[in-house]
């Protein structure tokens, strides 16, 4: 505070010093009122502090999300805007989906997230503390951090009551009638443990299986596995886990997904060998394009189970799912069924894993093919070694490069064969590593596979122009949709709420250069027809992950590590500084005169 007074002092001495203290007959006068000058000018170009600095009252952000009303505890919320009322703060604002002045805050809260970062940002660009009101659930706890001294967390208690949600449901997008699939569900209690109840599966309003559900811990969780007779016909049918007894909140109950059944199957998966790429791979294959799959594996000489149920099943069988399917993935023996191209006459993907002892190789690009723009994005350098075959394939185009030690040779293990049947080859193993580290890695493992998959089903993988892309969506995320037949890149898309308000609503969505998956804004609660260009499907839109049991992300205190701020007066703002050096330079310039200085 006090080092640019200094350099300004200093300077106007020693201008004072130079310009009057060697004349002889000098006069104190002119050197005193040039000092004060070049003071005051210098003083004003480092802008110099007048003053203590003042802390500015600080901002005060109330989360404004769903899950205060979740639970029985009704006066939560009056207590939190008392509470944003006596934080003593220059300007309030709510966020949770978005952030907007207080005002007045509702009655009842609704958004459907919690994140405080916006806040946080607001008050950084202001250069003013943050008290923030929540009960404790944020979204991005992490964005606290950066906030400057004199933020703090308040922290309403909020009565806690028995309850259990269901947090998620896994189940294949799209099934063949008569089969049977694996559906897995997850339970988590509330902060009180739940009670007693049970967990129902339906398919439609039918319900095909239940399971007990004992008393959780708090914050307990609960997985089952159900295996589910998928009905037959044809068209789409809503599958639905739904806890069996009602509790304190009965809007985390249950989790709906849309199952598409289908008469014939629409890809066929067959293993010789079962490991992690053909456990993985077939995952993708099932959720890349939504069609009906089937899944075969052999688990020794002359013995073949369906994937799911593990039904016995004879060869022949086999040979007749693959002789009629539009899409075959044949992995391990190709050739254990005869010639690849004559025991079916649809799109092929030949998965040839190397022999044991093969050695590792780094995965460095994508060179250009129909492929490339898939993987434009991937992060090369994060992913794991995979091994590939001694005898690279030929193809039509090369979309995965590799190289030993990651600057070694060169040679490219996934190959495509254009025509009139497309084939790709893919010989490599390991790749199941990508799936398995998670994060960027899983991402681009599921790129590739859906990618070859996609360009092996000649966008003929389904006849609509756009799907839902997520199998559960819930309100307040954006809505991401998959490209389906066709190459346009803008799809109307027109929904009608059922037991909603009559009409029709309509989203445009337009897919980028080489995009196969955009998004749209969020959608209320409620099952949906959609309608789009080709056919129609079914989006189910749960409730958001607000009503969701969840345990508290921050505690009440104080945070932030930036740097101190305040507003102390500088001088540049005073009108007065510089009335005064101007002041002081006429003083001199007279006193000059009169003692005959020029």
């Not at 995320?477 to 190459?487: I, P």
């Not at 345990?551 to 009108?575: C, E, H, I």
């Amino acid at each position: 505070m006090l080092i640019p007074w200094l350099v300004a002092v200093v300077a106007g001495a020693g201008v004072g010093v130079l310009q009057y203290g060697l004349r002889p007959g000098g006069s104190l006068i002119p050197a005193l009122a040039r000092s004060g000058a070049v003071t005051l000018i210098v003083a004003l170009l480092l802008d110099a502090p007048i003053g203590r600095a003042r802390v500015p009252r600080p901002f005060a952000a109330l989360d404004a999300s769903a899950s205060w009303q979740r639970g029985a505890d009704g006066d939560a919320w009056s207590r939190a805007r008392a509470r944003l009322r006596s934080a003593g703060a220059d300007s309030t604002y709510l966020f949770g989906d978005s952030l907007r002045l207080a005002g007045l805050p509702p009655e009842a809260p609704g958004d459907a997230a919690s994140a405080v970062r916006p806040a946080v940002e607001r008050a950084l660009a202001a250069g003013r503390a943050l008290v923030v009101v929540t009960d404790g659930e944020i979204d991005d706890p992490a964005a606290l951090g950066s906030l400057p001294p004199g933020s703090r967390v308040e922290v309403v208690e909020r009565a806690a009551s028995p309850d259990a949600g269901v947090l998620a449901l896994e189940a294949p997008r799209a099934a063949v009638g008569g089969d049977t699939v694996d559906v897995r569900v997850r339970v988590q209690a509330g902060a009180a443990g739940s009670g007693a109840t049970a967990l129902d599966l339906l398919v439609g309003d039918r319900r095909a299986a239940r399971a007990p559900l004992e008393p959780l811990a708090p914050f307990g969780e609960r997985a089952f596995t159900f295996r589910l007779p998928v009905p037959n016909g044809d068209g789409e049918r809503l599958l639905r886990a739904a806890l069996a007894a009602g509790d304190a909140e009965p809007r985390n109950d249950s989790l709906t997904v849309a199952l598409d059944v289908s008469a014939a199957a629409g890809a066929v998966f067959v293993s010789t060998s079962p490991d992690f790429d053909a456990r993985y791979a077939l995952g993708v294959l099932r959720g890349a394009l939504s069609l009906p799959t089937r899944g075969y594996f052999r688990v020794a000489p002359g013995n073949w189970r369906a994937d799911g149920s593990l039904a016995a099943v004879s060869e022949e069988e086999v040979r007749r799912a693959v002789r009629s399917a539009p899409l075959v993935v044949l992995h391990g023996d190709t050739a254990a069924l005869g010639r690849p191209r004559d025991v079916t006459a649809g799109a092929l993907a030949l998965l040839a894993p190397p022999a044991e002892g093969a050695t590792e190789w780094y995965a460095t690009g994508a060179p250009a093919s129909p492929i490339a723009a898939a993987l434009a994005g991937v992060p090369w350098d994060s992913l794991p070694p995979i091994a590939i075959g001694a005898t690279p394939p030929r193809g039509s185009w090369e979309g995965l490069e590799v190289r030993q030690g990651r600057r070694g040779d060169r040679r490219a293990p996934v190959v495509g064969i254009e025509g009139a049947r497309r084939t790709v080859i893919v010989t490599a193993s390991g790749l199941w590593r990508w799936q398995f580290r998670g994060g960027t890695s899983a991402d681009a493992y599921a790129t590739l596979w859906g990618s070859l998959f996609d360009w092996l089903a000649g966008e003929r993988s389904d006849v609509r122009a756009a799907l839902p892309a997520d199998p559960v969506v819930r309100a307040g995320e954006a809505v991401r949709w998959r490209r389906g037949a066709g190459a346009d890149s803008v799809v109307t898309v027109a929904l009608v709420r059922r037991g909603g308000p009559g009409g029709e609503d309509s989203v445009t969505l337009r897919f980028g250069a080489g995009a196969t998956v955009t998004e749209s804004a969020p959608l209320a609660p409620g099952v949906y027809d959609v309608r789009v260009r080709g056919g129609t499907t079914l989006l189910a839109v749960n409730p958001s992950r607000e009503w969701l049991p969840r345990q508290r992300t921050v505690r009440a205190g104080r945070v932030g590590t930036g740097a101190p701020l305040g507003d102390a007066p500088r001088l540049r703002s005073l009108g007065w500084a510089y009335a005064v050096a101007l002041v002081l330079l006429c003083a001199e310039w007279l006193t000059r005169r009169r003692l005959g200085l020029r």
